[in-house]
């Protein structure tokens, strides 16, 4: 504890203490548990680095540690011989600027406290990790979104990390700042190499206070963005939420419902779409199968035309409670303009 207590003295002691090779197993655990109340917010760029570099190694020989028998993921590496094939000879690297060398046999899973001394990057891995939720956890969410707003946005890696501070400030905080939303929307404008960060990305209005900050009316502009982006990875997380929009999002459910009126896609993923979107609005679900079934197409091509109808019966309906949400709307798009974050 005398060494765990010399790095809780400043954040540069414990970082040095936290990747250092010489550190014991036990004492950097101890060390990390107290990490999120001595490591400022202000260095999660320095943390996502070391994660991204770790990971970077890690995927490519799993640090020398065979595969967990147990799970159902093997890691393409642990398949080869020795851990040293998976590098091609290349055993001599650099982690966090400290030499490392790969093993020359694969660490039986799971490794000891002395195997994972030996193989340090293994549980500096471990420990970023629980900085970083430490971090996510307790740490101011205005300085986390400010933090993330200053990140780069260049592809799918970057936006995602932007992605996952913002969305779990806001589900701390209960809502999400105009800029925050505005840097959602420049995500899912953006191209295919980091629009991808914006799966699931509309579902976060479970967490938030709709009737505070306007965050209804800008969820409502999220998800139409969602539905314009065509991908349906995209597309149908975005109809998803309409369960968690209280009131009702008009103007999206219209739009959500054209979408999946005039989709391509197939008639049981259209379906299984129009159910969740009738229950949001308080109608009665078709019916549809919750699993695909090949030989049932037929039917269900007639549970997407029924939905079809529907939406011809109520379309003018809806436009009219849509069209007496367009003052919010237009006020929601015009704040979130204004965020440069992530924007093309």
């Given amino acids: 504890m005398t060494l765990v207590r010399a790095a809780w003295s ?3 002691a414990l970082w040095k203490f936290l990747t250092s090779p010489s550190t014991g197993v036990k004492e950097r655990r101890v060390a990390a548990s107290k990490a999120e109340q001595i490591i400022p917010v202000e260095w999660l760029p320095r943390i996502l680095a070391a994660k991204q570099e770790l990971s970077r190694e890690g995927g490519a020989y799993n640090f020398g540690i065979a595969a967990n028998p147990m799970s159902a993921y093997v890691p393409p590496s642990t398949r080869l011989k020795s851990p040293r094939d998976a590098v091609k000879g290349e055993i001599n690297r650099t982690i966090l600027g400290y030499p490392f060398v790969v093993p020359e ?8 406290d002395e195997d994972l001394k030996r193989v340090w990057p293994a549980q500096v891995s471990a420990v ?16 986390l979104d400010s933090v993330a707003l200053a990140l780069p946005c260049n592809d799918y890696q970057t936006a995602i990390q932007i992605v996952w501070i913002t969305s779990h400030a806001a589900r701390r905080r209960g809502y999400a700042r105009p800029e925050v939303f505005g840097m959602w929307m420049n995500i899912t404008r ?3 190499n980091v629009n991808r960060a914006a799966v699931g990305l509309v579902g976060v209005v479970r967490y938030l206070d709709l009737r505070r900050e306007d965050n209804w009316a800008m969820a409502q502009v999220l998800g139409l963005e969602a539905l314009r982006t065509n ?14 929009f209280h009131p009702v999002p008009y103007a999206f459910v219209l739009a959500a419902a054209r979408y999946l009126a005039s989709s391509k896609d197939s008639a049981f993923n259209r379906a299984y779409e129009a159910d ?16 695909y079934d090949p030989t049932k197409t037929s039917e269900q091509e007639k549970l997407a035309a029924r939905f079809s109808e529907w939406l011809r019966n109520n379309e003018a309906n809806l436009k009219e409670r849509a069209k007496s949400e367009e ?10 303009a204004s965020a440069s974050a992530c924007r093309r």
């Avoid at 991908?231 to 968690?244: G, H």
């Avoid at 003052?327 to 979130?336: C, L, Q, T, V």
């Fill in 231 to 244: 991908d349906t990875s995209i597309t149908y997380p975005a109809i998803d939420s309409l369960q968690n």
């Fill in 276 to 291: 969740i979107l009738l229950r949001a609005v308080g109608e009665s679900p078709l019916g549809a199968p919750t699993s």
């Fill in 128 to 143: 970023m990790d629980v900085i970083y939720s430490g971090l996510l956890d307790h740490a101011d969410p205005d300085r």
């Fill in 105 to 112: 046999q694969w660490i039986p899973f799971p490794p000891s």
């Fill in 10 to 12: 400043s954040p540069e």
């Fill in 190 to 192: 953006g191209n295919v």
């Fill in 327 to 336: 003052p919010r709307i237009d006020a929601a798009r015009r704040k979130m």
